[in-house]
């Protein structure tokens, strides 16, 4: 018996009717590929100026109903396609106006949609800040492991210890705090003890796209927000039942040194992912299994990691729609702190040799979008997210845990209050609670008003302006709010070039980890600080867009952002036993510029990006520079496809850091610590896509590291050598 | 827009090159690698203005972890320091000649496989002077690392597991001593 949807789905998240009744006449047609005329399932039609659209069937049919009559502009877009819109189209009432439309592929995204700027869809030429985009292509040609391998290229981003760091923004803080925002298909997605995000419990298969938000941008998004925005958006749920199978190999090559050699095995890691979805009417569900056994090329540093994640999604009739995602982690490993010394690079020191981490995290989250008026669109949004982490040392009797939940709900509406104006406003609600032997007991969360206008002042010019009002506790031992405003402008003077200069305010609430962490890990103790106050920022950027007609785009930016009461991680050894503590330490400003060039030149035959950044983050307190940030960041990277093959390769080069935590390496806690160089990074790769009637079979080559270059990332960790790597998928 | 996009092929033809070559000249470099150095620091002591000859009794580098403040003897530090090993290193050690006299600079290398040194921050290094014949009491400093020959701060030094710190040079001029911290 097929389920009525409203018995199948909790009613939690559904907070207004999500129907109304509309009358008028109807758009409909069907979009193919130009190349052959297939149907593009999935394809996004929106009505211009209007809060409606919909997403185009398995034959790539669409229809739009209960239009009101009148003369409107059409958009039809899909990733990997060129954006089309279609202006003077005629709705009368009782009619249906029939539009065919063909999209041609265009492997750069010149009109490509994202989410995460204003939260709603937009063309990314629309957009007036810098934002990157990463899609599930890449993702899979470069084999990447975890999110953060793949947030490697994107441009302005580097990646220490597991933690992002965007255009200077962040350097490292040993697991507690994050200066950027990570949500999951719009969700904020941080976990409530230390504050940081843990891309391992997204499967990668699973990622559709990651848009990557570059400034502060707290005036929508709040706390974290500081340095940019990591939103993850999971893959839609396809039209045709789809089964998905990924099984990869990995062997790591031999060190460079006999020295460092501590195991006679080879050292392999490999992993399976399964995942099938299928629909029922107008119910879609999506489910996924993976693993991934690594046996790591450092001693204790072995991983076994099990994902499962569950996707449902129920359209209704007038384009409203509720998904829910649910996903679930279990993995544990050894802990890989430091090295023991430069000449024994891959064993960690003895008393680290049995160190090990569990983790179960587990998180259910639901969207339902619904269409209230025909300009009035509202979103309502929230998250479960639940942390249980716990370590162990030769030290400790028995294992450190922590445990943590987080509640997040959100309702954003948007408003299209006439041709000039669009109204962006919502309301945000946290809570957090935290039992943890290294932090203790805690409750918190907090409550945040947000809205902006984006005014169309002329066809050239667009004004946005809003705020986010916060009201925090946790993390803070006085509760307090902040008030952030916000202002962009994007002009675009000609078809293809756009000019923007943006400003927002920051603001990052401490974790509960910095504010309170009591604990002693190996040879050094930390300490709270009820003190801590949160950090605020401004940030400046201006930059230009311009298409280079159906060759692929060019992007500059010039960046500023000025900081107070910056949160780092001091060391004070005057008591004899060093002692870590986060402070408010720093006065701090980071100046730089970006440019970036996709091209596909040769009909998409080959794909290119580069990309550079240059950052000069100046501790103003100190007058030194500030830790972990390189200046020059340089990604360039090249894909050839001559069907069925393709092959290509990257590089990645990063300055030397310049300023690391030297206090660790004066007093002798970690040897060697001060031995770092500039990071050059060479991957190939070479695959093919078979299709065998109906399936099709993926294999791909990836040698990563392919000159063995030795560096680190972070203080004393060696990253991996050179690494071989198999993958096989079939698509059914 | 023609002209614009040969431009371009033109910029990533040389992006491209540009980063191929670096790829290949970073690639040729292995990066990191084992250190074979010793754990110490080394340096040269620069003399000036000798005194008589009968003034130059003995000369002998002094490393402390600390600046002595207290008004011990400096024989009642020393002595201390054999029952703490590592608190104050003697170069070269009792019983053997001291540095070699009346020459215009002599080079030193101090290692932690050759004497008492440890891996640990020393703040003073000074250059001691034995003035007259009471082997206990006729000591006095004549020269310290420092950054600055002005006031001649004591600067430290941070010696590093396998790093060999070079360039820890004393400028001694025996017509400007330095503070005396001992009785």
Same mark, same amino acid.
């Not at chain 1, 994902?307 to 999604?313: I, P």
């Not at chain 1, 009035?376 to 370590?391: A, E, M, V």
């Not at chain 2, 690698?33 to 002094?62: A, C, K, M």
């Given at each position: 018996?097929?389920?009525?949807?409203?018995?199948?789905?909790?009613?939690?998240?559904?907070l207004?009717?999500?129907?109304?009744?509309l009358?008028?006449?109807?758009?409909?047609?069907?979009?193919?590929?130009k190349?052959?005329?297939?149907?593009?399932?999935?394809?996004?039609?929106v009505?211009?100026?209007?809060?409606?659209?919909?997403?185009?069937g398995?034959?790539?049919?669409?229809?739009?109903?209960d239009?009101?009559?009148?003369?409107?502009?059409?958009?039809?877009?899909?990733?990997?396609?060129?954006?089309?819109?279609?202006?003077?189209?005629?709705?009368?009432?009782?009619k249906?106006?029939?539009?065919?439309?063909?999209?041609?592929q265009?492997?750069?995204?010149?009109?490509?949609?994202?989410?995460?700027?204003?939260?709603?869809?937009?063309s990314?030429?629309?957009?007036?800040?810098?934002?990157?985009?990463?899609?599930?292509?890449?993702?899979?040609?470069?084999?990447?492991?975890?999110i953060?391998?793949?947030?490697r290229?994107?441009?302005?981003?580097?990646?220490?210890g597991?933690?992002?760091?965007?255009?200077?923004?962040?350097?490292?803080?040993?697991?507690a705090?994050?200066?950027?925002?990570?949500?999951?298909?719009?969700?904020?997605?941080?976990?409530?003890?230390?504050?940081?995000?843990?891309?391992?419990?997204?499967?990668?298969?699973?990622?559709d796209?990651?848009?990557?938000?570059?400034?502060?941008?707290?005036?929508?998004?709040?706390?974290n927000?500081?340095?940019?925005?990591?939103?993850?958006?999971?893959?839609p749920?396809p039209?045709?039942?789809?089964?998905?199978?990924r099984a990869y190999?990995?062997?790591?090559?031999?060190p460079s040194?006999?020295e460092?050699?501590?195991?006679?095995?080879?050292?392999?890691?490999?992993?399976?992912?399964?995942?099938h979805?299928?629909?029922a009417?107008?119910?879609?569900?999506?489910?996924?299994?993976?693993?991934?056994?690594?046996?790591?090329?450092?001693?204790?540093?072995?991983?076994?990691r099990?994902?499962?994640?569950?996707?449902?999604?129920?359209?209704y009739?007038?384009?409203g729609a509720?998904t829910?995602?649910?996903?679930?982690?279990?993995?544990?490993?050894?802990?890989?702190?430091y090295?023991?010394?430069?000449?024994?690079?891959?064993?960690?020191?003895?008393?680290?040799?049995?160190?090990n981490?569990?983790?179960?995290?587990?998180?259910?989250?639901?969207?339902?979008?619904?269409?209230?008026?025909?300009n009035?669109?509202?979103?309502?949004?929230?998250?479960?997210?639940?942390?249980?982490?716990?370590?162990e040392?030769?030290?400790?009797?028995?294992?450190?845990?922590?445990?943590?939940?987080e509640f997040?709900?959100e309702?954003?509406?948007?408003?299209?209050?006439?041709?000039?104006?669009?109204?962006?406003?919502?309301?945000?609600?946290?809570?957090d609670?935290?039992?943890?032997?290294?932090?203790?007991?805690?409750?918190?969360?907090?409550?945040?008003?947000y809205?902006?206008?984006?005014?169309?002042?002329?066809?050239?010019?667009?004004?946005?302006?809003?705020a986010?009002?916060?009201?925090?506790?946790?993390?803070?031992?006085?509760?307090?709010?902040?008030?952030?405003?916000?202002?962009?402008?994007?002009f675009?003077?000609?078809?293809?070039?756009?000019?923007?200069?943006?400003?927002?305010?920051?603001f990052?609430?401490?974790?509960?980890?910095?504010?309170?962490?009591?604990?002693?890990?190996?040879?050094?103790?930390?300490?709270?600080n009820?003190?801590?106050k949160?950090e605020?920022?401004y940030?400046?950027?201006?930059?230009?867009?311009?298409?280079?007609?159906?060759?692929?785009?060019?992007?500059?930016?010039?960046?500023?952002?000025d900081?107070w009461?910056?949160?780092?991680?001091?060391?004070?050894?005057?008591?004899?036993?060093?002692?870590?503590?986060?402070?408010?330490?720093?006065r701090?400003?980071?100046?730089?510029?970006?440019?970036?060039?996709?091209?596909?030149?040769?009909?998409?035959?080959?794909?290119?990006n580069?990309?550079?950044?240059?950052?000069?983050?100046?501790?103003?307190?100190?007058?030194?520079?500030?830790k972990?940030?390189?200046?020059?960041v340089f990604?360039?990277?090249?894909t050839?496809?001559?069907?069925p093959?393709?092959f290509?390769?990257?590089?990645?080069?990063?300055s030397?850091v310049e300023?690391?935590?030297?206090?660790?390496?004066?007093?002798?806690?970690?040897?060697?610590?001060?031995?770092?160089t500039?990071?050059?990074?060479?991957?190939?790769?070479v695959?093919?896509?078979v299709?065998?009637?109906?399936?099709?079979l993926?294999?791909?080559?990836n040698?990563?590291?392919?000159?063995?270059?030795?560096?680190?990332?972070?203080?004393?960790?060696?990253?991996?050598?050179?690494?071989?790597?198999?993958?096989?998928?079939?698509?059914? | 827009?023609?002209?614009?996009?040969?431009?371009?092929?033109?910029?990533?033809?040389?992006?491209?090159?540009?980063?191929?070559?670096?790829?290949?000249?970073g690639?040729?470099?292995?990066?990191?690698?084992?250190?074979?150095?010793?754990?110490?620091?080394?340096?040269?002591?620069?003399?000036?203005?000798?005194?008589?000859?009968?003034?130059?009794?003995?000369?002998?580098?002094?490393v402390?972890d600390?600046?002595p403040?207290?008004?011990?003897?400096?024989l009642?530090?020393?002595?201390?320091?054999?029952t703490?090993?590592?608190h104050?290193?003697?170069y070269?050690a009792?019983?053997?000649?001291?540095?070699?006299?009346?020459?215009?600079?002599t080079?030193?290398?101090?290692t932690?496989?050759?004497?008492?040194?440890? *891996?640990?921050?020393y /703040?003073?290094?000074? %250059?001691a002077?034995?003035?007259?014949?009471?082997? $206990?009491?006729?000591?006095? =400093?004549?020269g310290?690392?420092?950054?600055?020959?002005?006031?001649?701060?004591p600067?430290? *030094?941070n010696?590093? /597991?396998r790093?060999? %710190?070079?360039?820890?040079?004393?400028?001694?001029? $025996?017509?400007?001593?330095? =503070?005396?911290?001992?009785?």
């Open positions: 018996m097929a389920m009525r949807p409203k018995q199948c789905w909790p009613l939690l998240l559904i207004l009717s999500p129907e109304l009744l009358a008028g006449g109807s758009i409909a047609g069907r979009i193919t590929a190349e052959d005329t297939s149907g593009l399932a999935g394809a996004t039609v009505i211009q100026g209007m809060a409606r659209g919909t997403t185009a398995a034959d790539g049919r669409y229809r739009i109903e239009v009101p009559p009148g003369n409107y502009a059409v958009a039809f877009s899909l990733v990997g396609y060129r954006r089309d819109v279609r202006y003077g189209i005629q709705v009368e009432d009782g249906e106006t029939v539009i065919n439309v063909m999209l041609t265009a492997p750069v995204q010149t009109e490509q949609v994202v989410v995460t700027a204003n939260k709603r869809e937009q990314l030429q629309d957009v007036p800040i810098s934002i990157s985009i990463m899609d599930a292509t890449q993702i899979q040609e470069r084999n990447s492991l975890t953060e391998d793949a947030l290229y994107v441009p302005g981003v580097n990646i220490t597991g933690q992002v760091n965007i255009r200077g923004s962040s350097g490292y803080s040993r697991g705090g994050s200066r950027v925002l990570m949500l999951l298909d719009g969700v904020p997605f941080i976990t409530g003890d230390t504050g940081e995000l843990n891309f391992e419990s997204i499967p990668v298969g699973q990622i796209r990651i848009e990557v938000l570059k400034g502060a941008s707290s005036a929508l998004y709040g706390s927000a500081l340095g940019g925005v990591i939103n993850i958006i999971t893959k749920i039209e045709t039942p789809e089964t998905y199978v190999g990995g062997l790591y090559n031999k040194y006999p460092w050699a501590w195991s006679t095995k080879n050292r392999f890691y490999n992993g399976q992912a399964v995942s979805s299928a629909r009417g107008n119910l879609g569900v999506a489910v996924s299994f993976s693993r991934l056994l690594n046996d790591a090329y450092r001693q204790n540093d072995y991983l076994r099990y994902n499962f994640f569950l996707k449902m999604r129920e359209d009739a007038n384009a509720l829910m995602n649910f996903g679930l982690l279990y993995q544990y490993g050894g802990q890989f702190v090295w023991r010394n430069l000449d024994s690079a891959l064993i960690p020191p003895v008393l680290q040799k049995t160190d981490v569990k983790s179960i995290r587990y998180f259910t989250s639901g969207q339902y979008n619904g269409v209230i008026s025909q009035f669109l509202l979103s309502t949004r929230g998250i479960w997210y639940h942390n249980d982490w716990g370590y040392t030769i030290n400790a009797i028995g294992r450190t845990e922590s445990v943590s939940d997040d709900l309702s954003t509406g948007t408003l299209l209050l006439n041709d000039q104006h669009t109204m962006t406003f919502g309301l945000e609600a946290r809570y609670l935290v039992n943890a032997d290294l932090f203790g007991l805690h409750r918190g969360g907090g409550l945040a008003l809205a902006q206008d984006e005014f169309r002042i002329s066809k050239l010019l667009t004004l946005t302006a809003g986010r009002f916060d009201f925090q506790s946790l993390g803070l031992t006085k509760p307090s709010g902040q008030l952030n405003p916000k202002a962009a402008l994007l675009a003077p000609a078809a293809g070039t756009t000019v923007r200069a943006s400003f927002g305010r920051g990052r609430v401490p974790s509960v980890a910095e504010a309170f962490t009591t604990a002693a890990v190996s040879n050094l103790a930390a300490v709270p009820k003190d801590l949160p605020r920022s940030s400046y950027e201006v930059g230009i867009s311009q298409t280079l007609g159906s060759l692929g785009t060019f992007d500059a930016a010039a960046f500023q952002s900081y009461d910056l949160i780092e991680v001091g060391l004070d050894a005057s008591s004899g036993v060093p002692i870590v503590q986060w402070r408010n330490v720093t701090a400003r980071v100046q730089g510029y970006e440019t970036s060039l996709k091209l596909s030149p040769f009909g998409g035959a080959v794909f290119c580069v990309s550079y950044t240059y950052v000069y983050p100046h501790d103003l307190t100190t007058d030194d520079i500030l972990y940030r390189p200046r020059h990604y360039a990277d090249a050839v496809r001559l069907k093959l393709f290509g390769g990257d590089y990645r080069y990063i030397r300023n690391i935590d030297m206090e660790l390496v004066n007093l002798g806690i970690i040897p060697d610590g001060d031995q770092r500039p990071i050059h990074v060479v991957n190939f790769r695959g093919a896509d299709d065998l009637g109906g399936t099709t993926t294999a791909t080559f040698v990563n590291n392919v000159f063995q270059y030795n560096y680190v990332e972070l203080i004393a960790n060696m990253a991996p050598p050179r690494t071989y790597v198999f993958s096989l998928e079939a698509k059914i | 827009m023609a002209r614009l996009a040969s431009h371009s092929k033109r910029w990533l033809a040389r992006a491209l090159f540009v980063a191929a070559a670096a790829a290949f000249v690639g040729c470099n292995e990066g990191l690698g084992p250190i074979y150095e010793e754990t110490g620091f080394e340096g040269v002591i620069h003399y000036s203005n000798w005194p008589p000859l009968d003034q130059v009794w003995e000369l002998r580098l002094l402390f600390n600046v403040s207290d008004s011990s003897s400096l009642q530090l020393l002595l201390a320091s054999v703490d090993p590592g104050i290193v003697l070269p009792l019983g053997t000649p001291g540095l070699p006299k009346l020459v215009d600079a080079s030193y290398k101090l932690t496989s050759g004497s008492t040194l440890q *891996v640990r921050r /703040n003073y290094v000074v %250059l002077w034995r003035y007259g014949p009471n082997l $206990f009491a006729d000591w006095r =400093p004549a310290v690392f420092t950054y600055n020959q002005t006031t001649l701060e600067a430290p *030094v010696v590093r /597991n790093r060999l %710190l070079e360039n820890i040079d004393i400028f001694v001029d $025996f017509t400007r001593l330095p =503070p005396k911290p001992w009785q």
